[in-house]
């Protein structure tokens, strides 16, 4: 799969495939991804649990560990430099100033023995190559950025002094601090009640505005999708299925999982939710033949049940492409 606007392309994801090898078995958790990323916009990766989205995140940034996990092939490609071939010793200017990872359980990822306003000051004084007075300075001028009232204060706070809503500020002014190339927030707000899921979405959304970050956006809620992405790219089964712009996602996508998941307008009025397709979901250690999908579809035909489907791009300009047979789309 290629896709012919390469000229704003800051990342690139090409044949991705990460295993996690068990006494049972391989779970085959990524398998063969290949996407892209443009300079400052927001994709949303898409997908029921399981499909593979963490994972996704995780190899790019080379976190995943052995044993159990293995990245067994792929390329990633951050602002022209390969991360895959890169020292290991090296990853540590990617993660953070390439790519900023803010995890999908915030409340563990701050150290609960060091002030907020000094974690954010090491990821200032690490990425942005300020000290002292003025370290601390940019630090509460982050604090601010994310909309914590009294900086000058709540710079002295223990994690454990603030509400989750707050916590998962601070994680997002962590990430922002690292001034990253590519923000990537793996389903930043699942952990929070609406209010406070709303009130950070509504924060996101203004600071990319404000910063023009580019964002990989992990998230399993399509009314998140529908506010905050330019193009989604959905998964399945470790795989990814279909990749379009978000009006195309809701107007005209092709995939028969895609167009389950979607259930017409419900899944936007039930929260935003992925709808839930009957059949089981799949087991990665011992997947079907053909594509992925064909148990649970009800367009399967024998072909989808003994030959894996390739892409096939139904824009003819390499923006909408799909993993299927039988592309439902109207075109
Ligand atoms: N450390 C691990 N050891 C074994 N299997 C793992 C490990 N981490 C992930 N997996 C498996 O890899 C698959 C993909 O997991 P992943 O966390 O990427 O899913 P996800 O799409 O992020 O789901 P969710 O929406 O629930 O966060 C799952 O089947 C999971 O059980
Ligand atoms: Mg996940």
């Known amino acids: ?101 803010i995890l999908q359980e915030p409340m563990s990822s701050l150290n609960p023995s060091q002030t907020i306003g000094q974690q954010i000051q090491e990821a200032v004084e690490i990425n942005q190559g300020l000290k002292g007075e003025e370290a601390k300075k940019k630090a509460i001028e982050m604090l601010g950025i994310v909309r914590i009232p009294s900086p000058e204060k709540r710079y002295y706070n223990y994690p454990h002094e603030l509400s989750g809503g707050m916590k998962q500020r601070i994680m997002i002014a962590i990430a922002l601090s690292c001034r990253p190339k590519v923000l990537i927030a793996d389903e930043p707000t699942c952990s929070l009640d609406v209010t406070i899921q709303a009130q950070i979405l509504r924060l996101m959304q203004q600071l990319r505005k404000e910063i023009d970050t580019t964002i990989l956006f992990i998230t399993s809620d399509l009314g998140i999708v529908a506010e905050m992405a330019d193009r989604v790219a959905i998964m399945y089964a470790g795989q990814l299925i279909e990749i379009c712009d978000v009006f195309t996602l809701f107007e005209n996508s092709a995939h028969p999982y895609t167009k389950g998941i979607m259930g017409s307008i419900t899944a936007m009025k039930e929260g ?18 053909g594509c992925k999908f064909h148990p649970r579809c009800e367009y399967c035909q024998e072909i989808c049940k003994t030959e894996e489907p390739g892409y096939t791009d139904l824009s003819g300009t390499g923006d909408h492409w799909v993993r299927c047979h039988f592309p439902l789309n109207k075109k």
Request: proline content about 5%; charged content about 25%; glycine content about 10%.
């Open 272 to 289: 935003g939710r992925l709808n839930i397709i009957s059949g089981d979901p799949p087991d990665l250690m011992a997947l079907p033949s």
């Open 1 to 101: 799969m290629e896709e012919t606007k390469t000229k704003d392309i800051i990342l690139s994801v090409k044949d991705l495939s990460t295993s996690f090898f068990l006494r049972e078995g391989e779970v085959k958790a990524v398998d063969g991804v290949s996407f892209s990323v443009r300079k400052g916009e927001c994709l949303a990766l898409v997908g029921e649990s399981g499909s593979g989205k963490t994972v996704t995140a995780l190899s790019m940034l080379r976190l995943v560990v052995w044993p159990p996990g293995k990245i067994k092939s792929g390329e990633v490609i951050l602002d022209g430099v390969s991360v895959f071939d890169l020292p290991m010793k090296n990853m540590k200017d990617v993660r953070g100033k390439g790519m900023a990872m």
